[in-house]
């Protein structure tokens, strides 16, 4: 599936926050293309969203807690994590409190509304991250690591160890996305009890109820501990089954904690914002330090994406050849700088130069180490961007062509003798007077060499003044 995702229609589920113990109602909407995940505060002024963004992140205590100008949701984990496990790109996150509903402490009930909802499929292709190298990050603090390393598809393996002999090392592994939904959605959250204790003197879990949570016994339930227990969740009695853990609850597999924390790492990734092609290897994970694993992968995401080079099959019969492009623009050799249009349409244009020795300013622009001027770089974009504004008049034979502003440009590696110079400009903004704005960038040998932005003009010969 390379196509965009979203669901077929909004699906709502009720329930309460573990740690405010507000009742809260979720409702997943549908959302178009390139929308990703989006929070929306609907019992706030003006509806304000948070979008899943790693940069986001203000607190990952009991949670991963988003906030931005002010606004908060807490414990976004599970949910994002049925969203990564069912593959649906974009969609509306509408809550009615800060922190979605713990549910039973996984993944579950939202796959299984999700699903209900049904998953469309959209026109636009899908941008997935795909690992070349090795990413590592290292929690030194808490010897927490996570690395990410290049395979075929998305996969994650969790080892925890918490150094207790109720709950020893554990692993789990995911070896396609598509295993999410019926071998890790269902593994619940798990605390052990010492922490239970620390956030109940916090005053948070005020929505646990001792479902949605399984408690490791890691230390003697004493009577007062049992008697605080009983009044928090509202139960007669409690005790602890001969495997370690309160009476609450069964384990639904035997790794169910490392399970978990696989949900984790998933939902806590999806905060890079892009699907990933490698294989997470995550040694005692935890939201601190999955969520700046996330941040360091959404930079390096963000750059790869600003640095992409788009393919062009430079051996096809082009759209335009030299002959042609001097029939529409008035530049002739040495100054015309531009030999093939490859692509053409109302908003952009890809043009190509083969760069050789024979160019006339090599001569005496370092000649012992012959480089493109920059300048020229630019002039061939903007000879390609006249190309693109005089499209749109019938007789471009009348017209000429000016430069009004150049901003941001950027010279980031050197052309020289042997390449070949791809350039391609977008459309800021629709041509409107013969004015035409646009964003160019050119490419050499898989890489980025020049970009700016650029305004030129196209004006009629008979009104230029000489």
């Given at each position: 599936?390379?196509?965009?995702?979203?669901?077929?229609?909004?699906?709502?589920?009720?329930?309460?926050?573990?740690?405010?113990?507000?009742?809260?109602?979720?409702?997943?909407?549908?959302?178009?293309?390139?929308?990703?995940?989006?929070?929306?505060?609907?019992?706030?002024?003006?509806?304000?969203?948070?979008?899943?963004?790693?940069n986001?992140?203000?607190?990952?205590?009991?949670?991963?807690?988003?906030?931005?100008?002010?606004v908060?949701?807490?414990?976004s984990?599970?949910?994002l994590?049925?969203?990564?496990?069912?593959?649906?790109?974009?969609?509306?996150?509408?809550?009615?409190?800060?922190?979605?509903?713990?549910?039973?402490?996984?993944?579950?009930?939202?796959?299984?509304?999700?699903?209900?909802a049904?998953?469309?499929?959209?026109?636009?292709?899908?941008?997935?991250?795909?690992?070349?190298?090795?990413?590592?990050?290292?929690?030194?603090?808490?010897?927490?690591e996570?690395?990410?390393?290049p395979?075929?598809?998305?996969q994650?393996?969790t080892?925890?160890?918490?150094?207790?002999?109720?709950?020893?090392?554990q692993?789990?592994?995911?070896?396609?996305?598509?295993?999410?939904?019926?071998?890790?959605?269902?593994?619940?959250?798990?605390?052990?009890?010492?922490?239970?204790?620390?956030?109940?003197n916090?005053?948070?879990?005020?929505?646990?109820?001792?479902?949605?949570?399984?408690?490791?016994?890691?230390?003697?339930?004493?009577?007062?501990?049992?008697?605080?227990l009983?009044?928090?969740?509202?139960r007669?009695?409690?005790?602890?089954?001969?495997?370690?853990?309160?009476?609450?609850?069964?384990?639904?597999?035997?790794?169910?904690?490392?399970?978990?924390?696989?949900?984790?790492?998933?939902?806590?990734?999806a905060?890079?914002?892009?699907?990933?092609?490698?294989?997470?290897?995550?040694?005692?994970?935890?939201?601190?330090?999955?969520?700046?694993?996330?941040?360091?992968?959404?930079?390096?995401?963000?750059q790869?994406?600003?640095?992409?080079?788009?393919?062009?099959?430079?051996?096809?019969?082009?759209l335009?050849?030299?002959?042609?492009?001097m029939?529409?623009?008035?530049?002739?050799?040495?100054?015309?700088?531009?030999?093939?249009?490859?692509?053409?349409?109302?908003?952009?244009?890809?043009?190509?130069?083969?760069?050789?020795?024979?160019?006339?300013?090599?001569?005496?622009?370092?000649?012992?180490?012959?480089?493109?001027?920059?300048?020229?770089?630019?002039?061939?974009m903007?000879?390609?961007?006249?190309?693109?504004?005089?499209?749109?008049?019938?007789?471009?034979?009348?017209?000429?062509?000016f430069f009004?502003k150049?901003?941001?440009?950027?010279?980031?590696?050197?052309?020289?003798?042997?390449?070949?110079?791809?350039?391609?400009?977008?459309?800021?903004?629709?041509?409107?007077r013969?004015?035409?704005?646009?964003?160019?960038?050119?490419?050499?040998?898989?890489?980025?060499?020049?970009?700016?932005?650029?305004?030129?003009?196209?004006?009629?010969k008979?009104?230029?003044?000489v």
């Open positions: 599936m390379n196509k965009q995702t979203t669901i077929s229609k909004p699906v709502s589920l009720h329930g309460v926050g573990i740690h405010t113990g507000k009742k809260v109602e979720l409702t997943f909407k549908p959302a178009p293309e390139n929308h990703g995940y989006v929070f929306c505060r609907v019992d706030l002024e003006g509806q304000p969203k948070v979008e899943a963004d790693a986001l992140v203000v607190n990952t205590q009991r949670g991963t807690n988003l906030q931005k100008n002010g908060d949701i807490h414990t984990e599970h949910v994590a049925a969203l990564v496990g069912l593959q649906i790109d974009n969609i509306l996150i509408e809550l009615n409190a800060s922190e979605p509903p713990i549910m039973d402490g996984s993944s579950k009930f939202f796959v299984e509304a999700l699903l209900k049904g998953i469309k499929e959209l026109d636009e292709e899908r941008f997935e991250y795909v690992v070349k190298e090795n990413i590592s990050f290292v929690d030194e603090e808490t010897g927490s996570i690395t990410l390393i395979a075929e598809n998305y994650v393996t080892m925890v160890d918490f150094g207790t002999k109720i709950l020893g090392t692993n789990a592994t995911l070896k396609d996305i598509t295993e999410f939904k019926d071998d890790f959605a269902h593994a619940r959250t798990f605390s052990f009890l010492h922490e239970l204790e620390a956030m109940l916090e005053g948070l879990i005020k929505g646990g109820d001792l479902n949605n949570a399984i408690v490791y016994v890691d230390k003697e339930l004493s009577e007062p501990t049992m008697k605080k009983c009044t928090a969740f509202n007669d009695k409690i005790s602890v089954t001969p495997n370690g853990i309160l009476d609450n609850l069964t384990l639904k597999y035997p790794n169910e904690a490392a399970r978990h924390k696989l949900l984790d790492v998933i939902g806590d990734l905060l890079a914002g892009s699907r990933i092609r490698g294989k997470v290897i995550a040694n005692k994970p935890g939201h601190k330090v999955n969520t700046a694993f996330a941040k360091k992968l959404a930079k390096i995401i963000k790869e994406k600003r640095n992409k080079v788009p393919t062009f099959d430079l051996n096809a019969e082009p335009m050849d030299v002959n042609d492009i029939n529409v623009l008035p530049h002739r050799p040495p100054f015309l700088l531009v030999d093939k249009i490859l692509e053409l349409s109302d908003t952009h244009i890809v043009g190509l130069k083969s760069v050789t020795m024979n160019e006339p300013y090599f001569v005496g622009h370092f000649p012992g180490q012959p480089v493109m001027p920059g300048v020229l770089q630019i002039e061939a903007a000879q390609a961007g006249g190309v693109l504004v005089l499209n749109t008049v019938d007789d471009p034979e009348n017209y000429l062509t009004m150049i901003e941001n440009a950027k010279f980031k590696n050197p052309v020289v003798p042997g390449d070949t110079l791809v350039f391609k400009m977008e459309l800021l903004s629709p041509i409107r013969g004015i035409c704005h646009m964003h160019a960038v050119a490419y050499s040998r898989g890489r980025i060499t020049t970009e700016a932005e650029m305004m030129a003009q196209i004006v009629r008979d009104q230029v003044k």
